[in-house]
């Protein structure tokens, strides 16, 4: 037996120009399927931080209905508990909390309703975007409670600018009493989102506390998790009841941003098809080369034949030869796979300037290389190689050596 | 010589089966991947916008940057009668916007007043398959209003319930009335359905004091393709400068810019597609080619000139992928088309704008047919130019010693 091995291992390098065809043919195949994988990767890595670190979070801890009616009086119950809780958790990575309520912003020249976020400085720049978005003044330096960040959007409507002052009316939490303070521009941000730079302003949390009447509350915890969990796809990740408990609801962003979420069902399902497309023309590509170049060595098998090899010998030298090649090929592939596309996450891949947000979408999709490419691809590429020298074997078993001979002339 | 070349071809049936092989799947495959991608592409974008923003806007001058009351379209009827003379032009619908206070019994919230007119609405995005409790608003302004369903949960509202609503009219007197809720809606979006308040147009014509003007036109053609240059065409036709006409693409910015990216995601996939498609078809061009080099020897041993012999071989391998093409352009149309009725099944249906998307669709686009046709038939034509210079300078008695 493990003379016939030798003997496929020898073939592939009788005919060198030969191998190198084919091997070539089936590598870049690999190469491509390798690429391709990761670029996915690296493009739902891209969409699902577009998506979640601007200011969503990749999940959200809410009152349990407050989502659907935004009603101020619904924070969170025993916020104590489930924040202490959650930093204990190991999943998570960071979080926030948010007091949140709708009001009236009014400067010199106009009046807007908008929705006033509380937020924690510190905690919030660890999550969200906030911060980098500011575009004029600055992020809540020094500690000034009068500070308030607004969108462009709304400095455009309200004809304000930086270190202007405006007046934020919100309606107590409890007795529904209009409470008016004046605030200072300090920071203007743009998300590109214009829902957001037209209708948003961050204060202080503890001053929007004192302000609704709600000590020590919050409407909004936003999470990052730990990277590479993805626990805010997992409907059925244990930290969802986990947190769900005592009248809240804990939810990931796919269900927070349905759309966002369809959006990356519909792209998965995309590149799934695409994938399997593609797969199908590197197995065409390999059954053809393959065929090809036993095809044209039905001469030499006739001979081998007639010198007095049995036909399952015979049989058992061409799946050999799909192995050895195969075997060649899959080194191709593998360090051409891994040189194109390591160098593409060097240099990323220009994705049309998406201005969605100088923030939210970033321009560059880098490739993600994961080791299960190097693993699943490569056995997939050798399964159906040799299982694809089966019939140039199996003709090559049952012909005639005289006819094999007689033909090639 | 072209005889030679047609006879060559089924002199050796395997083999020209074999590169046939190659360049009909690839083909084919390309084929369906590009319709796959155009298809599933406007079904999407078909889906988003006849959701609820319509494919073409038109608005009173600046309102997309600076929504305001009173920039209404004053006689929105005849410009709608302008637009529908444009061709291509299918449907519209004119909603007037406005805010108010809307309470129930003790519960009281900010909502945004939508005047709509239910039939037009209806057929041009669809409005009465989204209710989901109650019934649609009746054709007549009945005091009828339908609310979207996170606001009826805020104000603790069902079907049958009288609302009240209270606002400043377009005159600056108090705007106030009561409505009777029919029907609870879903659009999928969550910010509408918690403040949407749909009332009939005339209905809320009158409550604002805005007899005959509206804010906004949603304009509906026949299909998605070439939509600014529609808007275009109709901004142009009206010859009103007060008037900006819109396509989605700018009027719903962040949506077609994750179509692009997704878009382009996939045109990289195909470009890798077509590139190993071509991989394929050179690999078994200049096989095909170099096992024949005994042939070839014999053939200028005869006397055939080289120039001849190279002609020959570009001819056989031109025939071969026209005839590939022709098969697989029977083919690919016919499974785009066969797809683009009964579409992929999804492994799993995901909802948009709440309708739930269980299948996607092909189509049979021209680039479907004419980008897979150019890559196999230049591939196979630029890599056998080598190939045939090869043959045709072979030094005979070289050729022919070689097994």
Known sequence: ?409 | MFKIAFRNIFRQKRRTILTMLTMFGGFVLSAISIGYADGSYSYIIDLFTHNRLGQIQVHEDNYLDRPSLYKTIKDYQSVADTVMGVPRVESWAPRLYSAGLASVDDQTAGVQVIGIDPEREDQATHFDSKVVEGRYLSPQPHHEVMLGKGLAKLLSAGVGDTTMILSQAADGSIANDLYRVVGITDRGDATENRTAYYLNLQDAQDLFVFPGQVHELIVMADNIHHLDRLAHTIQQTLRNDALQVKPWMEFARTFYQAMQADLQGMWIMLLVIILIVAIGVLNTVLMSILERTREYGVLRAMGTRPFEIFRMVIYEVTVIAVVSILIGAVLSIGINYYFGINGFALSSAFEWGGMEVSHLYTTVSPRSVYLPAITVLFTSLIVSVFPAIKAARIAPAQAMRMH
């Not at chain 1, 990052?224 to 993805?230: L, M, P």
């Not at chain 1, 194109?340 to 998406?354: F, V």
Request: overall charge neutral.
């Open chain 1, 1 to 409: 037996m493990g003379i016939f091995i030798k003997l496929a291992w020898r073939n592939m390098f009788r005919n060198k120009r030969r191998t190198l065809l084919a091997s070539l043919a089936i590598g870049v195949g690999l190469a491509a399927l390798i690429f391709t994988d990761a670029l996915v990767v690296g493009m739902e890595d891209n969409m699902i931080e577009s998506a979640t670190s601007t200011y969503l979070g990749e999940g959200e801890i809410h009152r349990a209905g407050y989502q659907e009616t935004q009603k101020v009086e619904q924070t969170i119950n025993n916020l104590d508990t489930v924040v202490s809780e959650l930093k204990a958790s190991p999943v998570v990575r960071a979080f926030t909390e948010r007091l949140m309520s709708f009001g009236m912003v009014t400067s010199p020249s106009n009046v807007q309703s908008v929705s006033i976020v509380g937020i924690d400085p510190e905690s919030e720049a660890q999550l969200s975007m906030v911060d980098e978005a500011i575009t004029e003044g600055s992020y809540f330096t020094g500690s000034n409670p009068r500070n308030i960040l607004i969108g462009d959007g709304l400095a455009d409507i309200l004809s304000v600018g930086l270190n202007d002052r405006i007046v934020v009316t919100l309606a107590e939490a409890h007795t529904g009493e209009l409470v008016q303070e004046m605030f200072r521009i300090s920071g203007i941000f743009r998300f590109g989102v214009k829902e957001m730079d037209r209708g948003m302003g961050f204060i202080r949390l503890p001053k929007a506390r004192s302000m609704l009447g709600l000590p020590g509350a919050a409407h909004e915890i936003a999470i990052q998790f730990v990277a590479g969990e993805h626990i805010g796809r997992k409907k059925n990740a244990p930290f969802w009841t986990k947190f769900s408990q005592d009248g809240n609801l804990a939810e990931g962003w796919t269900e927070l941003q349905p759309q966002l979420a369809s959006m990356l069902q519909y792209t998965q399902f995309s590149t799934y098809l695409m994938g399997i497309i593609l797969f199908g023309v590197v197995i065409f590509g390999i059954i053809n080369t393959l065929f090809m170049s036993l095809h044209e060595r039905m001469f030499e098998f006739g001979v081998l034949r007639a010198v007095g090899t049995r036909p399952f010998e015979m049989g058992k030298l061409i799946i050999y030869e799909a192995a050895c090649l195969s075997v060649i090929s899959i080194l191709v592939g593998l360090i051409l796979g891994y040189i194109i596309t390591y160098i593409m996450t060097l240099t990323g891949i220009n994705y049309t300037g998406i201005e969605f947000a100088g923030v939210t979408f970033r321009n560059m999709i880098y490739p993600v290389l994961r080791l299960r490419q190097f693993i699943e691809y490569p056995f997939w590429v050798f399964v159906f190689t040799t299982i694809t020298g089966i019939y140039p074997a199996w003709y090559a078993a049952k012909m005639q050596p005289a006819e094999a001979m007689r033909k090639s002339f």
